[in-house]
């Protein structure tokens, strides 16, 4: 009777402390510099918090180490809902196969609270390569195997394991080619030293004909190319792929301060202005509860193990 009792007041003070949170100036920390789409996310949903809750959402910009210092920092900060991480698919999935050893869990050192967006990305092609969707690039990678190649922003990044996961669907063959970032990748494949890159900031040069958009990595077509076919429509079924985020916060952090969160983000999701800004670059809005997002976590884990197993990408 005392354990339930204890229990009870537990749960009672944690709906107090909801109740009023948050009371002062809550860290929201980003793991990579300022001015990328990961920061302007977490800006975009602080400025609305702080709207909405009358309190600071203060973004802390903490880059490095493929994200894992500020998923240490979160997983190790007060378990109160005053830090939270702007988390990325590379630090709630692919680290935990990429690296063999993590500072932290990602399935347990941090609370889900909710997923916000996923970036699919795009397969594209120097326009003088002689093919014009899918099927034909596969047909040209067989009919040459080993000698086409795909550039990347580096070993495990997401254009790597985009490939990994194509190469895996359809046995074909290609070179992979890592650079140190998406710029100079880009040049290199609208220069013809590259066949093809797995993409998601090259609208523009899709639209003005310097790169050749053949397919998209998710299920769901991209709202600023709408004429591009997913790969699965291409003819690559089972292809289902994108760069996702969304907010966490630290393992053991009151439930209810959990789901009050998880209800305001869900919340400023619907703004319009809001959809408006994050999907202006292609961006597909997600909501969940933050179950969902905890088993989205756990599911991505498992799938990401095996596309990082067949990429050969390996991190020490």
Do not use: C
Not at 81 to 104: D, F, Q, R, V, W
Request: glycine residues 8%; hydrophobic residues 45%.
């Amino acid at each position: 009777m005392i354990r339930i009792a204890l229990a009870l007041l537990g749960l009672a003070l944690a709906s107090l402390a909801a109740a009023d949170y948050p009371e002062k100036a809550v860290r929201f920390v980003v793991p990579f510099a300022p001015g990328g789409a990961t920061d302007l996310l977490a800006r975009t949903i602080g400025e609305k918090l702080s709207a909405a809750t009358g309190q600071p959402f203060v973004v802390e910009n903490k880059p490095g180490a493929a994200t894992q210092i500020a998923a240490q920092y979160v997983a190790k900060a007060p378990a109160d809902g005053y830090t939270l991480l702007m988390a990325t698919s590379t630090t709630l999935a692919i680290n935990k196969s990429l690296y063999s050893k993590l500072p932290y869990d990602p399935e347990k050192d941090f609370a889900p609270v909710s997923l916000v967006i996923q970036h699919p990305f795009v397969l594209v092609v120097d326009p003088k390569v002689p093919v014009k969707s899918v099927q034909e690039l596969i047909a040209l990678a067989r009919s040459k195997p080993g000698q086409l190649s795909y550039a990347t922003q580096g070993s495990g990044s997401f254009a790597h394991l985009s490939m990994a996961l194509l190469q895996s669907l359809t046995g074909i063959d290609a070179v992979h080619v890592p650079y140190k970032g998406g710029a100079p990748a880009l040049v290199d494949v609208m220069g013809g030293q590259v066949t093809m890159i797995f993409d998601n900031t090259a609208h523009a040069h899709i639209t003005s004909g310097r790169l050749r958009a053949l397919a998209v990595t998710t299920r769901q077509r991209l709202s600023v190319l709408p004429e591009v076919p997913t790969l699965a429509e291409a003819g690559v079924p089972g292809y289902d792929l994108a760069a996702w985020q969304g907010v966490v916060t630290t393992a053991g952090t009151p439930r209810p301060v959990v789901v009050k969160l998880n209800a305001e983000i869900n919340t400023l999701l619907k703004l319009p202005d809001v959809q408006a800004r994050l999907t202006a670059d292609g961006g597909q809005i997600l909501t969940s509860t933050p179950e969902q997002f905890a088993a989205h976590i756990s599911s991505e884990v498992v799938r990401f193990a095996k596309i990082v197993k067949d990429s050969g990408a390996r991190v020490e």
